[in-house]
C-alpha cells in the first residue's frame, strides 16, 4: 500500500481597507492573482466592497508567505488586520485560483462594516464565513477562469 502525505497548506484570512477602489481596481486585482496563483498554487476568495476587503488565501506555506508579502505592500491595500492563519492538508476553494464574492451580496450591513463587526470576528467565526460560502458556491464552474 503506498503511503501518501498530503502536502500542508497555510491559510490566511485577512481584512484590509481598500484605498481608491475604481471600477477597474477589482478587475487588476483579479488578473494579478490568476497570474501569480495559477504558477504558486494559491487559491482563494476575496471579499469586496468600498468599505472592505476580506480574503481567504490558501496554498503551499512558502508560495502563500510571498503572496501575502506582496499583498502587504499593495498599494490598494491600508490596515491590514490578520484574522486567522492555519495549517491544514484541505482546501475550501480548490478550484478557484481568485473567486470574488461581492461585499453586497454579504449579509452585513454598511452601519456593521463601520462598526467593525468584520474586524471584531474571532479566528473561527471568520474562517466559517469562507466555509459557508464555500459550500455555497459552484466551485466546479469556472466560466471565467477564476
Known amino acids: 500500500m503506498v503511503n501518501r502525505q ?3 497548506l497555510k491559510q490566511i484570512i485577512y481584512t ?5 477602489l475604481e471600477d477597474n481596481t477589482i478587475d487588476e486585482i483579479l488578473a494579478s492573482s490568476h497570474k501569480y496563483n495559477s504558477k504558486s498554487g494559491v487559491t482563494g476568495l476575496l471579499i469586496f466592497g468600498v468599505e472592505l ?3 481567504f488565501l490558501e496554498g503551499p506555506v512558502q508560495e502563500l508567505d510571498e503572496t501575502f508579502n506582496r499583498i502587504k505592500i499593495d498599494n490598494r491595500h491600508a490596515d491590514i488586520r490578520i484574522l486567522r492563519v492555519n495549517l491544514t492538508d484541505r482546501r475550501l476553494f480548490g478550484s478557484w485560483k481568485m473567486r470574488p464574492q461581492d461585499l453586497e ?3 452585513w450591513s454598511k452601519e456593521d462594516i463601520k462598526n467593525g463587526l468584520v474586524d471584531k470576528l474571532q479566528p473561527d467565526l471568520a474562517l466559517e464565513v469562507f466555509v459557508e460560502l464555500s459550500r455555497d458556491l459552484d466551485q466546479f464552474l469556472d466560466p471565467e477562469g477564476a
Open 105 to 107: 451580496h454579504m449579509h
Open 53 to 55: 476587503y476580506m480574503q
Open 16 to 20: 484590509s481597507k481598500p484605498v481608491a
Open 6 to 8: 498530503k502536502q500542508k
